[in-house]
């Protein structure tokens, strides 16, 4: 039997019903140490920001906090989240290319420390709502450098038109917005931020937009007397879902950015002071596990299905964009991987598939059936498609597992319906 964190999986599932979200917490808890460990500089200060899209929940924010992490949140839902573990809100990051009044608003009485504006026309706004705030609020610009990082290639796309940040190429209005908060004694305009992707496994494509990043705020001070102090990166630290992805060790990744970033520094005398990073997947994937229970089995002319008692409800990624992952049948982890399945959910959707051409031993009814590596982007973007209920998550550390999120029952789906 397959055991997380020293506990089996069929005591997980008897205890806690499938299809059920296990978080092996020393996983967490070791990356959230590594980051921070590894992202350190004598050259600048650093921050490491735990972009909070990946799995927002309250307890997973507390432990970001006990290891001194930043957070990055992008709506009004995050930053209640946060606020309501007592998240320490200078160190808290908003983002999001359209933050309604009400988003900016909340943003400001909570005391949010950084604020990242998107555009002109957000800088103006926020500008005027800030002018109320009792702190100073930091800013960033998100810039769009026009490169493109996902997987295992980065191209210089030169591609402009992303709905995020504004392009680097539009310096008009990269200054219009930075001037726009001159006169305002509330804020205090700090640098910018880029974010190329996600899954990134090319080392070489930070590089890159570092000496873009470091490029343009010279072209700043230069052309415009800007000196600018922060350069936030972004994320996209790539994880590992199966054999096939073998990201670049943490510790190269982070002495390949610090280093680039002290070589732009020297090399084109910019004055930037703070460097900040925002991983979210490569900080919960790898801890997260879903286990389902495997209901019936079929054959087709070409395929082995067994399907499962959950699927793109809880994770919506192989359905959303093909996302790779792997598996076993916990319960028959001595047997021989002898047949090639699909694992189809039971939702009401061809493309419900969740792994495609698996080897694993013949399954029947009552096995149980662990995806790996599901931890980010799964819960957050879990639906009630079908009408399914939200699994439950548990932490487990050391053999014990407690709930961080109970299950959802019918009663709570239906709560706000009249
Ligand atoms: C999504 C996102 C992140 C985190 O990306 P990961 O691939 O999960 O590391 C960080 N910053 C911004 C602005 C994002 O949009």
Do not use: W
């Not at 290639?153 to 030169?158: A, E, L, S």
């Not at 080897?359 to 096995?367: E, T, V």
């Amino acid at each position: 039997m397959i055991e997380i964190a020293g506990m089996s999986v069929k005591e997980l599932a008897d205890t806690y019903q499938t299809p059920l979200m296990v978080y092996d917490e020393n996983k967490l808890r070791q990356k959230m140490s590594d980051f921070m460990h590894y992202f350190q500089s004598d050259t600048f200060e650093t921050g490491v920001l735990y972009a909070s899209k990946a799995f927002s929940c309250k307890e997973i924010l507390r432990l970001a906090n006990e290891y001194g992490m930043c957070l990055d949140v992008v709506s009004g839902g995050e930053l209640y989240t946060a606020g309501q573990v007592n998240f320490p809100m200078e160190r808290v990051y908003f983002h999001g290319n359209n933050k309604s009044l009400a988003e900016m608003k909340m943003a400001i009485e909570y005391g949010v420390g950084t604020i990242i504006v998107d555009n002109l026309q957000e800088a103006q706004v926020f500008n005027e709502l800030a002018k109320n705030s009792d702190h100073v609020i930091h800013i960033l610009l998100r810039i769009n450098p026009g490169i493109d990082a996902h997987t295992h290639k980065y191209i210089v796309t030169g591609h402009v038109d992303s709905k995020f940040g504004v392009s680097m190429l539009q310096e008009e209005e990269i200054v219009r917005v930075i001037k726009t908060f001159d006169e305002n004694e509330h804020t205090v305009f700090e640098g910018f931020h880029a974010h190329i992707g996600s899954q990134i496994f090319d080392k070489n494509a930070f590089a890159a937009e570092i000496k873009k990043m470091f490029g343009f705020v010279k072209k700043m001070e230069e052309d415009h007397g800007i000196v600018l102090n922060t350069v936030n990166l972004g994320g996209g630290f790539a994880a590992t879902y199966t054999d096939a992805d073998a990201p670049i060790p943490l510790p190269e990744v982070c002495a390949t950015i610090l280093d680039t970033a002290k070589a732009q520094q020297d090399e084109r005398q910019t004055h930037v002071k703070k460097l900040l990073i925002e991983p979210g997947r490569s900080i919960v994937a790898e801890a997260g596990s879903t286990i389902y229970t495997a209901g019936f089995t079929k054959q087709t002319p070409n395929k082995n299905y067994v399907f499962v008692d959950g699927g793109m409800a809880d994770n919506i990624r192989p359905a959303l964009y093909q996302a790779a992952y792997d598996a076993d049948v916990a319960n028959k982890d001595d047997q021989p991987k002898t047949v090639t399945y699909t694992i189809a959910g039971k939702c009401c959707e061809s493309g419900d598939l969740l792994i495609e051409g698996i080897k694993l031993p013949p399954c029947q009814a009552g096995d149980l059936i662990i995806v790996y590596t599901t931890g980010a982007y799964g819960y957050s973007m879990a639906s009630h498609y079908n009408k399914l209920p939200l699994p439950a998550v548990v932490f487990v550390k050391d053999g014990k597992a407690r709930v961080v999120i109970e299950r959802e029952s019918y009663e709570h789906m239906i709560a706000l319906e009249k």
